[in-house]
C-alpha cells in the first residue's frame, strides 16, 4: 500500500469564495486519480459591494467596473499549477459564476517546494482523507497566491487576516460598526459560504461538517475566516 500527500483545491476554491463574498454556493466533485470539477456561485451583498466600489475610486480604478472582476481572476487561477482550465463570468456587477477544471489536485496552487501545506489529502486503496487547518499564519500565504482583487476587498473591509491585528470577532464587528455602520457589520456577520463536495467513495468520518453518502457539506461563516480568531479545520474522510 502506498499513501502520498497531496495540496487539494476544494477547499482553496472555499477559501477563495470565502475571501471575495457575503454570499456563496461551491458544488464540486472529487474524482479518483486526482481530478476535481467546481461549479462557483457568488455575489456581494449592497453595502459591502458600495464599500469596495469606493475604495477602488479612491484608489483610482475605473468606475463601473465589475466589483468581482470574473475574466481577471480566471486569468490569474489558470496560471496555477494544475488548473486544466478556469471560467468565471460576470452575470452581474457584483455576481460572479463559472466553474474551474483541475487536472492535478497535487499541484493546485504550491509554490516553491510546497513545504507549506494548509491542506493535505492523504491518498490509499482503503482510506482516503482529506485536512485543511487555516490560522492566522497560514491564511497571508494564501492570500498572496490568489488575485489581487482578494487583497482590494479585505483591505476595504479592513480584515484581522490581512492587517495582521489579533482582533476577536466581538471586537472587529464592533470596529466595522463603528467605522462604516451596523447594516455593513450585520451582512458581514451574517454571510456564509454553502459548499456541497462529492467524494468518489462513501464518507466514513467528517469534522466540521455533515456528510450523507458521498456528499459532504459545509456552512463556512464569513466572519470566522477573516478574523480566524480560533484556527479552522475540516477533515473528511471517505
Known amino acids: ?98 466553474g474551474i477544471s483541475i487536472s492535478n489536485i497535487g499541484d493546485f496552487l504550491v509554490s516553491g517546494a510546497g513545504t507549506n501545506r494548509f491542506i493535505t489529502f492523504t491518498e490509499s486503496r482503503d482510506t482516503s482523507s482529506i485536512v485543511v487547518s487555516l490560522d492566522r499564519n497560514s491564511a497571508p500565504d494564501i492570500i498572496a497566491r490568489l488575485s489581487p482583487d482578494v487583497e482590494d476587498y479585505l483591505m476595504a473591509l479592513m480584515a484581522p487576516v490581512l492587517l495582521g491585528e489579533p482582533n476577536s470577532r466581538l471586537e472587529y464587528i464592533a470596529l466595522v460598526s463603528a467605522v462604516y455602520g451596523r447594516p455593513l457589520a450585520n451582512e458581514i456577520s451574517e454571510a456564509k459560504i454553502h459548499a456541497s463536495i462529492e467524494f468518489p467513495r462513501q ?36
Not at 458544488?27 to 469606493?54: F, N
Not at 479612491?58 to 496555477?80: C, Q, T, Y
Not at 456528510?211 to 471517505?238: H, K, M, N, T
Open 1 to 98: 500500500m502506498t499513501t502520498k500527500k497531496v495540496t487539494v483545491t476544494i477547499f482553496t476554491l472555499c477559501l477563495l469564495a470565502l475571501f471575495f463574498s457575503c454570499s456563496a454556493r461551491i458544488d464540486g466533485v472529487v474524482r479518483e486519480g486526482g481530478a476535481a470539477e467546481l461549479k462557483l456561485q457568488t455575489a456581494l451583498e449592497p453595502r459591502t459591494s458600495a464599500l469596495i466600489r469606493s475604495f477602488r475610486g479612491f484608489m483610482g480604478e475605473e468606475a463601473g467596473a465589475p466589483v468581482l472582476d470574473g475574466p481577471e481572476i480566471s486569468r490569474s487561477m489558470a496560471a496555477a499549477p494544475g488548473v486544466h482550465s478556469v471560467s468565471l463570468v460576470n452575470t452581474g456587477p457584483e455576481v460572479m459564476d463559472g
Open 203 to 238: 464518507i466514513k468520518t467528517i469534522s466540521g461538517g455533515t456528510a450523507a453518502g458521498r456528499q459532504a457539506q459545509f456552512e463556512i461563516p464569513l466572519l470566522d475566516v477573516l478574523v480566524l480568531e480560533q484556527p479552522l479545520r475540516y477533515e473528511v474522510s471517505w
